[in-house]
Protein backbone atom coordinates (compact mmCIF):
# COMPACT_ATOMS: atom_id res chain seq x y z
CA UNK A 1 0.00 0.00 0.00
CA UNK A 2 1.54 3.23 -0.87
CA UNK A 3 2.04 6.36 1.16
CA UNK A 4 -0.17 9.33 1.02
CA UNK A 5 0.34 11.55 -1.42
CA UNK A 6 -0.01 14.57 1.03
CA UNK A 7 -0.37 15.65 4.66
CA UNK A 8 1.63 14.58 7.79
CA UNK A 9 3.70 11.08 6.97
CA UNK A 10 4.74 9.67 11.11
CA UNK A 11 7.38 7.47 11.35
CA UNK A 12 4.34 4.74 12.23
CA UNK A 13 3.67 5.41 8.35
CA UNK A 14 7.48 4.15 7.70
CA UNK A 15 7.23 1.50 10.02
CA UNK A 16 4.20 0.02 8.67
CA UNK A 17 5.51 0.41 4.99
CA UNK A 18 8.93 -0.22 4.98
CA UNK A 19 8.90 -3.20 7.82
CA UNK A 20 11.03 -1.43 10.21
CA UNK A 21 9.45 -2.74 13.55
CA UNK A 22 12.34 -1.05 15.78
CA UNK A 23 12.83 2.91 16.65
CA UNK A 24 13.57 5.00 13.34
CA UNK A 25 15.96 7.51 12.33
CA UNK A 26 15.57 8.64 8.83
CA UNK A 27 19.31 8.27 8.09
CA UNK A 28 18.44 4.38 8.08
CA UNK A 29 15.96 4.93 5.68
CA UNK A 30 17.45 5.68 2.27
CA UNK A 31 16.66 3.88 -0.78
CA UNK A 32 18.51 0.49 -1.83
CA UNK A 33 19.21 0.48 2.13
CA UNK A 34 18.09 -2.32 4.80
CA UNK A 35 14.44 -1.14 4.58
CA UNK A 36 13.65 0.80 1.35
CA UNK A 37 13.87 -0.96 -2.08
CA UNK A 38 15.49 0.84 -4.65
CA UNK A 39 12.77 0.51 -7.46
CA UNK A 40 10.86 2.91 -9.03
CA UNK A 41 7.86 3.02 -6.46
CA UNK A 42 10.41 4.59 -4.40
CA UNK A 43 11.99 6.85 -6.82
CA UNK A 44 11.30 9.71 -4.49
CA UNK A 45 13.27 8.53 -1.83
CA UNK A 46 17.14 9.81 -2.09
CA UNK A 47 19.68 7.19 -1.97
CA UNK A 48 22.29 9.51 0.33
CA UNK A 49 22.64 13.32 1.35
CA UNK A 50 19.90 15.05 2.87
CA UNK A 51 16.79 13.32 3.61
CA UNK A 52 13.04 14.26 5.25
CA UNK A 53 9.59 12.77 5.55
CA UNK A 54 7.98 14.40 2.51
CA UNK A 55 10.54 12.08 0.06
CA UNK A 56 8.08 9.58 1.47
CA UNK A 57 5.01 10.83 -0.46
CA UNK A 58 3.54 8.23 -2.51
CA UNK A 59 6.19 5.66 -1.73
CA UNK A 60 5.44 2.40 -1.87
CA UNK A 61 8.20 -0.65 -1.03
CA UNK A 62 6.38 -2.81 -3.14
CA UNK A 63 8.23 -3.29 -6.25
CA UNK A 64 6.91 -2.74 -9.56
CA UNK A 65 8.23 -6.34 -11.22
CA UNK A 66 7.36 -9.54 -10.22
CA UNK A 67 8.99 -11.83 -8.15
CA UNK A 68 11.87 -14.45 -10.09
CA UNK A 69 11.39 -18.01 -9.24
CA UNK A 70 12.88 -21.21 -10.37
CA UNK A 71 14.13 -24.62 -9.48
CA UNK A 72 16.95 -25.54 -7.75
CA UNK A 73 18.54 -29.57 -7.95
CA UNK A 74 19.99 -30.31 -4.53
CA UNK A 75 23.46 -31.53 -4.38
CA UNK A 76 25.38 -32.80 -1.59
CA UNK A 77 29.06 -32.32 -0.12
CA UNK A 78 30.84 -32.62 2.85
CA UNK A 79 33.91 -32.84 4.73
CA UNK A 80 33.92 -36.52 5.93
CA UNK A 81 32.99 -35.67 9.47
CA UNK A 82 32.79 -31.97 10.41
CA UNK A 83 29.58 -30.30 8.37
CA UNK A 84 27.86 -31.55 4.95
CA UNK A 85 26.12 -28.92 2.63
CA UNK A 86 22.93 -29.33 0.66
CA UNK A 87 21.68 -27.58 -2.15
CA UNK A 88 23.71 -25.45 -5.15
CA UNK A 89 27.56 -24.30 -5.34
CA UNK A 90 28.28 -23.27 -9.11
CA UNK A 91 30.56 -25.69 -10.55
CA UNK A 92 30.81 -28.01 -7.22
CA UNK A 93 27.64 -29.11 -6.54
CA UNK A 94 23.77 -28.80 -7.37
CA UNK A 95 22.20 -26.96 -9.87
CA UNK A 96 19.45 -24.45 -11.27
CA UNK A 97 17.23 -24.31 -13.64
CA UNK A 98 17.81 -20.73 -13.83
CA UNK A 99 20.33 -18.54 -12.31
CA UNK A 100 19.89 -15.01 -13.91
CA UNK A 101 17.39 -13.64 -11.49
CA UNK A 102 14.58 -11.24 -13.52
CA UNK A 103 14.07 -7.99 -12.11
CA UNK A 104 17.84 -7.68 -11.20
CA UNK A 105 20.08 -6.12 -13.75
CA UNK A 106 23.28 -8.18 -13.63
CA UNK A 107 22.27 -10.10 -10.45
CA UNK A 108 22.56 -14.24 -10.87
CA UNK A 109 22.90 -16.47 -8.24
CA UNK A 110 26.09 -18.81 -7.49
CA UNK A 111 25.29 -20.04 -4.37
CA UNK A 112 22.38 -21.03 -2.51
CA UNK A 113 22.84 -23.89 -0.02
CA UNK A 114 22.51 -24.82 3.45
CA UNK A 115 25.76 -26.35 5.91
CA UNK A 116 24.88 -28.23 8.95
CA UNK A 117 28.03 -28.10 11.21
CA UNK A 118 28.97 -31.03 13.91
CA UNK A 119 32.09 -29.32 14.50
CA UNK A 120 31.32 -25.90 12.59
CA UNK A 121 28.67 -23.61 12.42
CA UNK A 122 25.61 -24.08 10.22
CA UNK A 123 24.39 -21.47 8.11
CA UNK A 124 22.30 -20.76 4.94
CA UNK A 125 24.31 -18.94 2.33
CA UNK A 126 22.92 -17.19 -0.99
CA UNK A 127 25.55 -15.45 -3.19
CA UNK A 128 24.73 -12.95 -5.75
CA UNK A 129 26.77 -12.05 -8.83
CA UNK A 130 26.72 -8.56 -8.20
CA UNK A 131 25.46 -8.36 -4.02
CA UNK A 132 22.61 -6.27 -4.98
CA UNK A 133 20.21 -5.21 -2.34
CA UNK A 134 17.50 -4.88 -4.15
CA UNK A 135 15.55 -7.80 -2.94
CA UNK A 136 13.39 -8.29 0.26
CA UNK A 137 13.19 -12.46 0.86
CA UNK A 138 14.89 -15.39 -0.48
CA UNK A 139 12.44 -18.40 -0.36
CA UNK A 140 14.09 -22.25 -0.26
CA UNK A 141 11.22 -24.79 -0.61
CA UNK A 142 8.98 -22.87 0.77
CA UNK A 143 10.39 -21.18 4.19
CA UNK A 144 11.64 -17.49 3.72
CA UNK A 145 14.54 -16.04 4.87
CA UNK A 146 14.47 -11.71 4.98
CA UNK A 147 17.36 -10.26 3.24
CA UNK A 148 17.33 -8.13 6.44
CA UNK A 149 17.91 -10.69 8.77
CA UNK A 150 20.92 -11.67 7.24
CA UNK A 151 24.67 -10.70 7.22
CA UNK A 152 26.34 -9.55 4.71
CA UNK A 153 29.91 -10.25 3.28
CA UNK A 154 30.83 -8.76 -0.34
CA UNK A 155 28.35 -10.46 -2.23
CA UNK A 156 26.86 -13.34 -0.30
CA UNK A 157 24.11 -12.95 2.17
CA UNK A 158 24.24 -15.96 5.53
CA UNK A 159 22.08 -16.25 8.15
CA UNK A 160 22.57 -18.35 11.11
CA UNK A 161 26.21 -19.11 11.88
CA UNK A 162 25.05 -20.74 14.69
CA UNK A 163 26.74 -23.58 17.15
CA UNK A 164 28.05 -26.39 15.65
CA UNK A 165 24.97 -28.58 15.22
CA UNK A 166 22.41 -25.58 15.22
CA UNK A 167 22.26 -22.59 12.77
CA UNK A 168 19.65 -20.59 13.85
CA UNK A 169 17.99 -20.97 11.19
CA UNK A 170 15.68 -23.89 10.05
CA UNK A 171 16.92 -26.05 7.45
CA UNK A 172 14.57 -25.84 4.03
CA UNK A 173 16.51 -29.13 2.20
CA UNK A 174 14.83 -31.77 2.03
CA UNK A 175 16.92 -35.28 3.89
CA UNK A 176 18.01 -37.73 1.46
CA UNK A 177 20.09 -38.54 -1.46
CA UNK A 178 20.80 -35.76 -4.18
CA UNK A 179 18.88 -34.76 -7.08
CA UNK A 180 15.87 -34.00 -5.29
CA UNK A 181 14.07 -30.54 -7.23
CA UNK A 182 12.70 -27.77 -4.76
CA UNK A 183 11.59 -24.48 -5.41
CA UNK A 184 14.14 -21.41 -4.75
CA UNK A 185 12.65 -17.38 -5.45
CA UNK A 186 13.50 -14.49 -4.36
CA UNK A 187 10.84 -11.97 -3.42
CA UNK A 188 11.90 -8.30 -5.12
Same mark, same amino acid.
Given at each position: ?17 ? !? ?10 ? =?? !? ?7 ? %? @???? *?FGTISLSNFYG?? %? ?5 ? +???? $?? *? ?7 ? +? ?19 ? $? ?9 ? =? ?24 ? %? ?8 ? @?????? +? *? +? !? %? ?18 ? =? ?7
Amino acid at each position: MALQSSGAISFDNLRTEY !GNGGSIALSEMY =RG !GSFVLDHSN %N @SGVP *TFGTISLSNFYGAN %NTPPYAN +WSTT $QT *TGLRNSGKS +WAERGYLAGVFGSMDDTTVDG $QSGTTISAAYY =RLGTDTASFLKLTLANGSDNWANFVV %NGTSYSRTSA @SKSGTT +W *T +W !G %NGTAGTGGVANPYPSGAAGQ =RIPIAINI
